[in-house]
């Protein structure tokens, strides 16, 4: 019996991968655990093992395409065995399980309707028959109007009331695309809300613009990021903070590791270390709204935003109030390097409950970050700067500042609340031999 590889999911909140490489050709041995493609999805491009061992006797997918959960990848057959004569059909059906597991089922006809024809929509370049009651024909098409649209944004729209009359197609001659339909206003579709009555205003593009095609990262995170604006409550809290003190610990501290070979600290690991003890100090800060409650979280899940190349990642430091300052450095440079080499496992994207954006090293002032949903705070850092300040005697002198921000959902957080924690924070940073304590 021939073993269908499917799409596995590699992150928490991923529903389709997007293949980036097979690493494997036709006719290549495979063991389980062994490498086969890179995939990418919502959060990073991530290595895709083999679930079997055997032979890869078909190549489903190709490179570019997207796959729903569960859809298939590969076909591998052991050592002497043949491929069945239905194999395209065992495919098709794996596929379309897949695309109906993925969408929700769209309403039923309504009573006495005409029953519609069935459709089909191409996926992996197998025709797989669409759901019931779906039609291709809209409103204006049904009036005599033809509309350019692909099987798959006609499907979408259909299930999400989108009447493609009213779009622009931004796919090649004009069609309408998947893209179109997943940005344009429905009522109560995947935009929801109030947000989702609101005119979707596109740029003009010229003949020397050019349209780049966004990744599943880039998608999400503009969905993730509209959804944070849209739906929590933001409020913004900045202070400055005395960056000396803190400056001359981590030059002192750095000074001795040399002479022996140790750990070289950076500002953020500091700010890291003075954020989980600020956080138990003041723990209503570590929590989530849920609808009609708040969740109150025991650990502290710190999220460190690093940017790669298409966007941002937040990987999670577990429990990371049992982290020394020289453990959550490690973590964090470890961290690093393997986002940039996409080597993150979905498991270190799990469990954020409070998330550090620092763009001071890229000479940003400040900022207000835009918090991480479903946390309800993230911290913004900015650069260190030299100025000058006054001191206890009235003297104008030489002093280093950072400012320091607070983005807080005001469901769960309140501003006394929020303050107090800042101020704790500073206290710490002001004080950082505190941290060690």
Known sequence: MPKIIEMPKLSDTMTEGTLAKWTVTEGDLVTV?????DVETDKATMEMTSFFTGAIHKLVVKAGDKIPLGGPMAVVLEEGESAPSDLDEIIAKAAAAAVASKKPAPAAAAAGSPARKSAGVSVAGLILPLAPGYTRRSAAESNGIRIKASPLARKIAAELGVDLSRLAGTGPGGRIVRRDVDQAPTAGGRNGGAASSLPVIRPVAGPDDERITTSNMRNIIAERLLASKTQIPHFYL???????????????????????SGNKYTVNDFVLKAVVAATQAQ????????????VKFKSVGLCVAIAVEDGLVTPVIKQAEKKTLLELSQIVKDFAVRAKNKKLTP????????TVSNLGAYGIDQFAAIINPPQAAILSIGSIRHVPVVNDKGAVVAGQRMWIGLSGDHRVVDGAVAATWLAEFRKLIENPALMLV
Do not use: C, Y
């Open 33 to 37: 655990g062994q490498t086969i493609a």
């Open 238 to 260: 900045q202070l400055e903070v005395d960056a000396a003190p803190l400056m001359q610990f981590r030059a002192h501290l750095n000074s001795s590791n040399e002479k022996t």
């Open 283 to 294: 723990p209503s800060v570590n929590a989530a709204w849920d609808g009609d409650a708040v």
């Open 347 to 354: 498991e270190e994207f799990l469990g954020g409950t409070i």
